[in-house]
């Protein structure tokens, strides 16, 4: 207890709705470093108020108005510590990071930080991006949104009025979030996010964020999402070089409109938009990677192999762009192999993509790509070692038992190739 009260007293403050599956999990990994637990209900029917008493210090049971900003600022005037730590009941923190946490809020002139936030998606792969989620407990500090709420523009005010606040990022805390896996989604949420950021953008047309967020939520690549995707651009470079810097979703708004021009085959576009973000802001595998595709289309494959090289060898900060990160850098390897054909580099080329399987060792169209270049550079018994090696681990597939079998036929190994081809008719059977 002594080591509790003679440091700032830390308070948890979540809102939750029917999250007895996971909420337990949540407070379990935090309940040994904060001072008091404040938890808002909006609505909760599968027994997650029975668990929520358990562990609150205070709670509170409002209805639910369509605005998340308005559930988060009743925890936190609800909380009594110095400092204010966000959670929902879907994340949780590893104990190696908890001890740190302690230690930040001890810092003088720290007003808030940034974490960073891990969404993991079905077991398959995970983004990584920064939030806010680790702040002093000030009267003026507050959310703003109906949704995707945010609270770094009450401290942004406050930083402007007295310099002497900071605040930082930190990306060696990690946030672990796992509600978007499939077993445990209780609702649309994207239905639900598309209501209110509509909702909120016909409170503020001029909301930059949200018209952002309603872009991505509708999909980037479609008509209405890219509309309003280039409306949130338009609207961004009208402010000042500061401001856009200030805000931190506007490197990936500048990438992720760079992605979708290049996707519609508008490469100078995609270029231009590619120059104003790094200008602005440090660089990143997706601007590199669309200034490669942009190149690419425009006939430079000189430069396109240059940013495609520059893309492969970054690694992935965090950022909400449009694309996995494990497919982005196979497209990379992919277009890298192809300007290597292209300049008749054809051994540089099945050199890459086998660095690419051995990276991804069960990406399917890596190791078609791979094959198909063996054969062209008349290289068959390296098609024939790497396919094999790829069915042993991943199975039977149909279309890389015929390349083996091209393979063997140019191997001139004509009974080898019969009995691939032979499989690949009972695979496809």
């Not at 979540?14 to 008091?36: A, F, G």
């Not at 005010?157 to 946030?175: A, M, Q």
């Not at 120059?275 to 990143?284: Q, R």
Request: charged fraction near 25%; proline fraction near 3%.
């Amino acid at each position: 207890m002594d080591e509790i009260s003679a440091r700032p007293r830390l308070s948890l403050c979540m809102i939750v709705k029917d999250e007895v599956n996971c909420l337990q999990r949540c407070i379990d990994s935090v309940k040994d470093i904060v001072d008091e637990i404040v938890i808002v209900d909006t609505g909760s029917t599968d027994g997650t108020l029975d668990l929520a008493k358990r562990y609150a210090s205070k709670m509170a049971h409002i209805a639910w108005i369509d605005d998340f900003s308005y559930a988060r600022n009743i925890s936190i005037d609800m909380a009594t510590g110095d400092w204010i730590l966000i959670l929902d009941a879907d994340n949780y923190i590893k104990n190696e990071f908890c001890s740190y946490l302690l230690q930040l809020i001890t810092k003088p002139n720290m007003l808030a930080y940034q974490l960073m936030i891990r969404d993991h998606y079905d077991g398959i792969y995970c983004d990584l991006y920064l939030n806010t989620r680790l702040f002093r407990r000030m009267p003026s500090v507050m959310y703003t949104g109906r949704v995707h709420e945010q609270v770094t523009p009450s401290l942004l005010e406050i930083v402007k009025s007295d310099p002497t606040w900071r605040c930082d990022i930190l990306k060696n805390i990690i946030i672990e979030h796992d509600g978007y896996m499939q077993q445990r989604i209780k609702e649309d949420k994207r239905s639900r996010n598309i209501s209110l950021l509509t909702k909120a953008l016909e409170d503020d047309p001029s909301d930059i964020y949200r018209r952002y967020r309603l872009a991505l939520a509708l999909g980037a690549q479609t008509d209405i999402g890219f509309h309003h995707l280039s409306i949130a651009l338009e609207a961004l470079l009208h402010l000042s070089h500061q401001e856009i810097q200030e805000r931190a979703f506007a490197h990936e708004l500048m990438g992720n409109v760079a992605l979708s021009l290049v996707g519609g085959k508008e490469p100078k576009k995609a270029l231009q938009i590619c120059a104003v973000a790094e200008s602005l802001f440090s660089n990143h595998p997706v601007l590199s990677f669309v200034k490669a595709l942009s190149y690419y289309l425009t006939q430079n494959f000189d430069k396109s192999l240059s940013s495609a090289n520059e893309a492969l060898a970054m690694g992935w900060p965090p950022g909400s762009f449009v694309c996995n990160p494990n497919r982005l850098r196979e497209d990379i390897y992919l277009l890298i192999s192809r300007l290597l054909r292209k300049r008749g580099e054809h051994s540089w080329a099945v050199n890459t993509l086998r660095k690419a399987v051995a990276e991804f060792p069960d990406s399917r169209r890596l190791i078609h790509a791979l094959i198909r270049s063996a054969l062209a550079v008349k290289m068959p018994w390296v098609a024939l070692d790497e396919g094999a090696k790829w069915m042993k681990s991943n199975g039977v597939d149909t279309e890389c038992l015929l390349l083996c079998a091209d393979a063997a036929e140019m191997h001139g190994e004509a009974s080898s190739a019969a009995r691939w081809r032979s499989l690949a008719g009972k695979s496809a059977a």
